[in-house]
Structure formats: C-alpha cells, structure tokens
Nanobody, 115 residues
C-alpha cells in the first residue's frame, strides 16, 4: 500500500524558513513525478512545486525564487525548502505522487506564517 508521510510544518514568523519532507513507502518511485500542493481555508488546492525523475522543476509564480523542491530517490523522499515566508503562504501543504497505478496524497502538514 502506497503511503506518503509529510513532516516539517509549523509556526514561523514572516521572513523565516521551513523545510518540509515527504517520505513515500510501498514502492519504488524514482521514475515518477512528485510535488507539493497547498490549500488555505476558502481556497482551492493549488500546485506549489513539482519535480520530475530527472530533476526538472516548476513552481507557482507566487513562490518562485523563495521555495525550492528537491528529491532523494534513494530514500523515496521529496523536500520543499521554504524561505522568505509570507503570511500568504499559510496553508495546509500536501505531498503528491503520480504513478502509472494511481494518484497519491499525503495527510497534509500545517504551515502558519504569523507575527
């Protein structure tokens, strides 16, 4: 059974940094794209960042230059380094994995940016 487990969320002041981790289990996913989405209350879930097996990345315009997605295929883990955080970044962040067998989501981790 495929599972995604996120960690690293929390409360941070504006301008601060957090690093989110997502560990996948139940298979080998080195060929599959992985990404991070977020959802704030009253908003739809939106793509934050995505990374392919070859390391190609893309980002939402709102986080470009501040967030960095990376992956460690040996650990089936994807990371999201978040710098220069703004209150507008406050949301539940979800890890996503798409394989030929299915589309999988983590449980979400809360990120709150507040002074």
């Amino acid at each position: 059974q495929v599972q995604l487990v996120e960690s690293g969320g929390g409360l941070v002041q504006p301008g601060g940094s957090l690093r989110l981790s997502c560990a996948a289990s139940g298979g080998i996913f080195s060929i599959d794209p992985m990404g991070w989405y977020r959802q704030a209350p009253g908003n739809q879930r939106e793509l934050v960042a995505r990374i392919t097996s070859g390391g190609s990345t893309n980002y939402a315009d709102s986080v470009k230059g501040r967030f960095t997605i990376s992956r460690d295929n040996a650990k089936n883990t994807v990371y999201l380094q978040m710098n220069s955080l703004k209150p507008e970044d406050t949301a539940v962040y979800y890890c996503n994995l798409v394989t030929m067998y299915g589309n999988y989501w983590g449980q979400g981790t809360q990120v709150t940016v507040s002074s």
